[in-house]
């Protein structure tokens, strides 16, 4: 499972808003700042709080079907060999208002639960597969979407708080050099 889905969508929409507002550069300078500061603060601040509506989900309980080893790979330069990172699949049913559904969904970050650890996502699965039945994650506001681990890294968690940092210090840059300007 190759997930560059938002890192991607993230990429492109920055370079999609720069290129469509370089006409408005060659007349004002600050304009680029101000572009990249609410690119991050809008950024940073959809992912934090889609982390802080992952607690108000709802727990239910699920059985589990199927299991398997995810495999990512991640290249660190152009002329190293990608790394492996491992992570859980798990194929599980749950009930949530009286309904049945099914997710493969384990995590909702998968970058704040892979490893390179082979062994350590094996006892994960073996784990899971020793459960009678599964603590499931429900976002109550779509039933469809549920999974049996929400934590999100913390290392995941600096990354959203560092683009809606440096998107509040760009935008305060701007606004002082606007004053002064």
């Known amino acids: ?19 469509a507002s370089y006409p408005i550069f060659l007349f004002e300078p600050l304009i680029i700042l101000f ?19 992952l607690k108000k989900w709802v727990e239910t309980s699920g059985l589990l079907l199927e ?14 060999p990608p790394v492996k ?11 949530y208002n009286e309904k049945e559904y099914k997710s493969n969904e384990y995590a909702f970050d998968y970058k704040s639960i892979w ?9 994960i699965i073996k784990e899971l597969e020793t459960r009678e ?6 976002n109550p506001k779509n039933p469809t979407e549920a999974v049996l681990n929400r934590q999100v ?3 995941r968690l600096s ?13 305060v840059i701007g606004i002082i050099l606007w004053i002064y300007s």
């Not at 572009?35 to 509506?53: D, F, P």
């Not at 491992?86 to 009930?95: D, K, N, R, T």
């Not at 490893?115 to 006892?123: F, I, L, M, R």
């Not at 039945?133 to 429900?138: D, M, T």
């Open 1 to 19: 499972m190759k997930d560059y889905g938002w890192d991607i969508k993230y990429g492109f929409w920055l370079l999609l808003t720069f290129i």
């Open 35 to 53: 572009v990249v500061a609410i690119a991050l603060l809008v950024l940073g601040s959809k992912q934090l709080i889609r982390q802080k509506n």
């Open 67 to 80: 299991t398997d080893l995810g495999v990512y790979r991640v290249s660190h330069g152009q002329f190293n």
């Open 85 to 95: 990172h491992y992570y859980p699949l798990a194929f599980f049913s749950y009930c």
């Open 115 to 123: 490893s390179t650890e082979q062994e350590a996502v094996k006892n």
């Open 133 to 138: 039945a599964l603590n499931v994650f429900v």
């Open 153 to 155: 890294s913390a290392n």
């Open 159 to 171: 990354h959203y708080w560092a683009l809606f940092a440096s998107g509040c210090i760009l935008f």
